[in-house]
């Protein structure tokens, strides 16, 4: 079945320097790719989305980068402050009338100091 | 709450009781969504709606079941077949279509935290 897999599950960074998170996906006819954060005890909120047109999409400090070969894409966050500690979830979807996005495990990220 | 409003935000479950948790959006999304997200994990799919009055098992349905009556409404019952209903839920709705504004992006409810007691 569809699966995303997300690495790493935690991520621990100093402040200034970049952040990489990397997922990968099973289901080939994906194509639209959406990230998400979530605060402690919030909701999660999308941050960036790529599609599959697309190989790179940059937002001020936050990038995301998409490979269709190699069925991977990764989040880049530039010049990390102290409120990107958040959990972030990548995911994937076919983006047709079947909508159903499949989320990945999700990966804890904390700034240190 | 961006349109789409969950309640109660914290329910307790005594053994062997049914509970509903509301998930209303006035968004005109087509399609809506119930995950469950567990300590320190991902959102798993429970139960989803593209339609009125029709719905589709996610990847862990067994213990739960949905309505979908009313375009702006999607309940979740957790039955007492659900044995181990302590979670974080998170309904989520989206316009498939694209009309309503990006295509495929969730908007997410604030979620209802239910505990077992």
């Known amino acids: 079945g569809e699966n995303v897999e997300q690495h790493p599950s935690t991520l621990s960074v100093q402040e200034g320097d970049s952040a990489v998170i990397k997922c990968t996906y099973s289901d080939s006819a994906s194509n639209y790719f959406p990230w998400y954060k979530q605060e402690l005890g919030k909701r999660p909120q999308l941050i960036i989305d790529?599609?599959?047109?697309?190989g790179e999409k940059k937002d001020q400090r936050i990038a995301v980068t998409l490979n269709k070969t190699a069925k991977h894409f990764s989040l880049h966050i530039t010049e990390t402050q102290p409120e990107d500690s958040a959990v972030y979830f990548c995911a994937a979807s076919r983006g047709s009338s079947a909508s159903k996005i499949i989320f990945g495990s999700g990966t804890r990220l904390s700034i240190r100091p | 709450d961006g349109g789409i409003t969950q309640s109660p935000k914290y329910l307790f479950r005594k053994e062997g009781q049914n509970v509903t948790l509301s998930c209303e959006q006035n968004?005109?999304?087509?399609?809506m969504y119930w995950y469950r997200q567990d300590p320190g994990q991902g959102l798993r799919l429970i139960y989803y709606s593209q339609i009125v009055n029709d719905f589709q098992k996610g990847d862990i349905a067994e213990g739960y079941s949905v309505s979908r009556e009313k375009k702006e409404s999607f309940p979740l019952t957790v039955t007492s077949a659900q044995k181990n209903p302590t979670a974080f839920y998170l309904c989520?709705?989206?316009?498939?279509?694209?009309?309503?504004?990006?295509?495929?992006?969730?908007?997410f409810g604030s979620g209802t935290r239910l505990t077992v007691v």
């Open positions: 790529i599609r599959s047109n697309v």
């Open positions: 989520a709705s989206t316009d498939p279509s694209g009309r309503q504004g990006p295509l495929y992006g969730y908007t």
């Open positions: 968004l005109n999304h087509d399609a």
